[in-house]
């Protein structure tokens, strides 16, 4: 990474709030911001519009002139852009929601350093996140359900959000 590719990563890692601060995820977020985000599903290329608005953001930030311009936008960046959006409408935080969706990619096990054989754990998690390999309820995803209506692996990213909503917020 470059000296800027750095320190986007960096202003990245530190909007997720790891809940044990005496653990550290770098390997598995550097993992995450190597790993494209590829949508597959109508409609899901607007979250990769979400990850990348997080670009201009850090831009802004750091007064960068004519922007921030990256690999292709990764599964980290849509992570902490969904963050956002469920801070925005559920409440909480975003970091507290993208540590969330760490537990329920089930990465909170998988603490630094991670080993070759754990990082390669990592990876297929993650080509099963992007490739929608994971349970019909969602298991494996961002947004794991109990009582799905649908197959998630079909399903709109924006609309297994909403799922989600529904099935944790209180009636």
């Known amino acids: 990474m470059t000296t800027l590719d750095e320190q986007y990563f960096l202003w990245l890692v530190r909007q997720v709030a790891v809940e044990n601060r005496s653990k550290e995820y770098v390997d598995v977020l550097t993992r995450m911001f190597q790993t494209e985000y590829v949508w597959l599903i109508p409609n899901d290329d607007n979250r990769l519009m979400d990850g990348l608005e997080l670009r201009g953001e850090f831009a802004r930030e750091k007064g960068l002139p004519g922007g921030y311009a990256a690999a292709p936008c990764s599964v980290l960046e849509v992570m902490i852009a969904l963050s956002r959006r469920m801070e925005f409408i559920v409440g909480g935080t975003a970091p507290g929601w993208a540590w969330q969706f760490m537990l329920n990619l089930g990465f909170e096990k998988f603490t630094d350093p991670v080993s070759p054989r ?8 993650l080509q099963d ?6 349970s019909p309820d969602g ?12 197959d998630q692996t079909q399903v709109e990213i924006w609309y297994q959000m909403a799922a989600y909503i529904d099935e944790i917020l209180p009636d």
């Open 118 to 125: 754990r990082m390669n754990q990592v990876a297929d998690a």
């Open 129 to 134: 996140l992007v490739y929608r390999n994971y």
């Open 139 to 150: 298991s494996g995803g961002f947004f794991p359900l109990t009582n799905p209506d649908d």
